[in-house]
């Protein structure tokens, strides 16, 4: 599963590395990181709405929207997916995170 991020992530920046006609990733990285957030911002509520209406496929296609456009905003911000495996690697030695959090947070 890894090696499907770390592949998308390699692809993404070879767009930025060599530009593409055509390319739908060059064209994010052409305009920026506001239109990248934009889109990260529209995929996140997609990705709500899909889940919130109980539409399994739907959802799925919109993760992977979310997950292609954060991708994009990592390569435009030279954040390395390592870095951020590293950060999920770190916390899967944690066990018991709840008293980290508001009761609150739990209950909204
Ligand atoms: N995973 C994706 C991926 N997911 C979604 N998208 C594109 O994201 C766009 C989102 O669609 P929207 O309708 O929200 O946006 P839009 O109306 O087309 O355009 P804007 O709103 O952004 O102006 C679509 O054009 C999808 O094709 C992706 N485009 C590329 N990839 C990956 O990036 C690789 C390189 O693609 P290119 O850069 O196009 O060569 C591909 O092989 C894929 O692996």
Do not use: W
């Not at 911002?41 to 799925?60: D, F, H, L, Y």
């Not at 919109?62 to 950060?87: C, F, K």
């Amino acid at each position: 599963m890894n090696d499907t991020l770390a592949q998308l992530y390699r692809v993404i920046e070879s767009r930025r590395a060599q530009p593409q006609e055509g390319s739908y990733t060059c064209y994010l990285l052409e305009k920026g990181l506001d239109k990248i957030l934009k889109k990260v911002g529209e995929e996140c509520s997609e990705t709500i709405i899909a889940a919130k209406n109980g539409r399994q496929e739907e959802t799925v296609g919109e993760i992977s929207d979310l997950l292609y456009h954060l991708t994009v905003m990592m390569v435009q911000q030279d954040i390395p997916l390592e870095a951020v495996m590293e950060e999920l690697d770190r916390r899967s030695t944690k066990i018991g995170n709840l008293k980290q959090f508001h009761v609150s947070d739990h209950e909204t």
